[in-house]
């Protein structure tokens, strides 16, 4: 999904966040929203969202010295969402039907995103995973992918944000870990979860790949060609976020990819035909001469 003239105002707000927390001075603020500004010119019409926003704090890096800005969001989430784990991990337990239980506690927690929602209040984040418990569900592609699930023996998991990914290992208990290899971003971006995270999270005794690249989704660009190939080659990609429906829904070599997000972006609901802050799962499908186009609805 490359970027569409209804991300230019969420693009906007990001240089100015980003050129505030650059300098210290007027001065030196202006002159770091000009690089800012220059750096989505270069982008605007080659990238996706996610591509643009690791090329935004690849200049952030570059002038701040500070390789992880996001790194008390990720504690804190982190903490917060182990503190909340085993209350969701007794009702999937409890549950009629476990596996749509864990698939919805797991898409439910994809709403801790400081990426889509800069001013996220995390002190919401138990609620709005909650009231997941009830919300609509695709059944029919809920069932697709649980069938899939069944089958494949090769699954890669590739994870999206901090504190989400406690939740994403209901989903993976109900589906066998002894099956998924997870994958994380090549280094810090946001806060998505790295190598460094997946500890803390509870996300252990799995192999473990990165995509070689700070795009917090997966670039066709910037990914690593042996990532790239992983994916390709995987009996199953479960996908979770935004970031990663944005970066290959459309995309062909990509049909086993089932993304698991919860939609917190205006242009997904045009895009994609959903309603904000539903929670979606979406079997991959080629549609790529469109997505330009749609997103600029």
């Known amino acids: 999904m490359l970027i569409g003239q209804n991300c230019y105002k969420c693009?906007?707000?990001?240089?100015?966040?980003?050129?505030?927390?650059?300098?210290?001075?007027?001065?030196?603020?202006?002159?770091?929203?000009?690089?800012?500004?220059?750096t989505v010119?270069?982008?605007?019409?080659?990238?996706?969202?996610?591509e643009m926003a690791e090329a935004l704090f690849r200049v952030f890096y570059e002038a701040t010295g500070i390789a992880d800005p996001y790194l008390e969001k990720k504690l804190l989430s982190t903490q917060l969402a182990q503190q909340l784990y085993p209350e969701f991990a007794a009702e999937v337990a409890a549950a009629s039907d476990p596996f749509i239980a864990a698939l919805r506690f797991t898409i439910g927690g994809n709403i801790i995103d400081y990426g889509v929602m800069p001013d996220f209040d995390l002190s919401t984040a138990a609620a709005k995973v909650r009231e997941a418990a009830d919300m609509p569900l695709d059944m029919s592609a809920a069932a697709e992918l649980r069938q899939q699930t069944a089958a494949?023996?090769?699954?890669?998991?590739?994870?999206?944000?901090?504190?989400?990914?406690?939740?994403?290992?209901?989903l993976i208990d109900q589906i066998g870990s002894e099956k998924i290899t997870l994958a994380v971003r090549g280094g810090a971006i946001l806060n998505d979860v790295t190598r460094n995270e997946l500890t803390a999270s509870g996300l252990t005794g799995m192999p473990v790949i990165d995509s070689g690249s700070r795009t917090p989704g997966v670039s066709l660009k910037t990914s690593s060609p042996e990532f790239l190939r992983?994916?390709?080659?995987?009996?199953?990609?479960?996908?979770k976020g935004q970031g990663n429906f944005e970066s290959l829904y459309g995309e062909k070599?990509?049909?086993n990819v089932?993304?698991?997000?919860?939609?917190?972006?205006?242009?997904l609901v045009d895009f994609a035909g959903v309603r904000l802050n539903s929670l979606q799962v979406k079997k991959n499908s080629v549609l790529r001469a469109g997505c330009q186009q749609s997103a600029e609805k």
Do not use: W
Not at 258 to 267: G, N, S, T
């Open 230 to 239: 992983a994916i390709r080659s995987a009996d199953l990609v479960i996908a």
């Open 152 to 170: 494949a023996k090769n699954i890669i998991y590739l994870l999206d944000n901090c504190g989400e990914a406690v939740f994403d290992r209901l």
């Open 41 to 50: 010119a270069e982008h605007l019409e080659t990238s996706t969202p996610p």
């Open 253 to 255: 070599d990509f049909g």
């Open 258 to 267: 089932f993304f698991l997000f919860r939609v917190k972006c205006p242009v």
């Open 11 to 38: 693009i906007l707000n990001q240089c100015a966040d980003l050129a505030i927390a650059s300098a210290s001075d007027t001065a030196g603020r202006n002159r770091m929203l000009g690089k800012y500004l220059q």
